[in-house]
């Protein structure tokens, strides 16, 4: 139970505690035997309303408990991601016919779709691109800087991301450039639905002009509200 409960039930018990005592001496004066008759009756509608009222803010405490939604674990307890994916694989495309396979939705996990108009394309089960892969590097949908990187000694979990992310540092960038793309080299991103997430690149392949073609993650996305 929440002090906010506890604290209601107090008043309810100690409010019914006060009522009781009243009636008793009202009761105890002479000439009110009509109502010493009524006492029993009178003493448990107190009790009764009491009772009533400490359930009703145990009930509401326990319907605010229930609000949907993902609250912030405790202090110390890390926050679990709701995505975990390995060996998710980019590829470079300049067809209809392939314009799933080098775009990905961190909220979903899957191929999502970039900024135009009506969508064409293969059916997917993603949303709005949180990474496009092209022959200079990859880039989110809507062009926004939501991509920093993070050195290799650093923790990269929920915390560094988000706080990474949240400060909106210079080095905050729209795109990463093929040069700069890494077996191993990590970067948070910030969701267009302002979810956090992690991503680590397993391995990357360029053409004979050393333009990216295709690009192997591993990502973590967890929720922030």
């Not at 009781?20 to 009524?38: E, N, V």
């Not at 694989?89 to 799933?100: E, F, K, M, Q």
């Not at 992310?165 to 210079?170: R, V």
């Not at 793309?181 to 979810?195: A, I, K, N, Y």
């Amino acid at each position: 139970m929440s002090f906010a409960s506890a604290f209601g039930l107090t008043v309810l018990v100690v409010a019914a505690a006060l009522l009781l005592s009243i009636i008793a001496g009202w009761i105890s004066k002479p000439g009110w035997l009509p109502t010493r008759a009524l006492a029993p009756i009178i003493v448990g509608l107190v009790l009764v309303s009491a009772l009533f009222g400490a359930l009703q803010i145990i009930k509401q405490q326990s319907s605010a408990d229930k609000v949907p939604g993902h609250p912030s674990p405790p202090e110390g307890v890390a926050r679990e991601p709701f995505i975990d994916k390995k060996g998710y694989v980019l590829r470079r495309s300049s067809s209809i016919a392939t314009n799933d396979q080098d775009k990905v939705d961190l909220d979903t996990g899957c191929p999502g779709w970039g900024g135009m108009h009506p969508h064409l394309g293969p059916s997917r089960c993603g949303e709005t691109a949180d990474l496009i892969l092209d022959q200079e590097g990859i880039h989110p949908a809507d062009d926004r800087p939501r991509f920093i990187e993070i050195g290799h000694d650093s923790p990269g979990g929920y915390a560094e991301c988000r706080s990474a992310l949240a400060a909106k540092p210079s080095r905050s960038v729209s795109q990463l450039e093929a040069t700069t793309l890494r077996s191993g080299e990590r970067f948070c991103v910030q969701t267009d639905l302002d979810h956090t997430a992690l991503v680590t690149v397993d391995d990357v392949s360029t053409d004979a002009f050393h333009q990216l073609e295709q690009l192997t993650i591993d990502f973590f996305v967890w929720r922030d509200n």
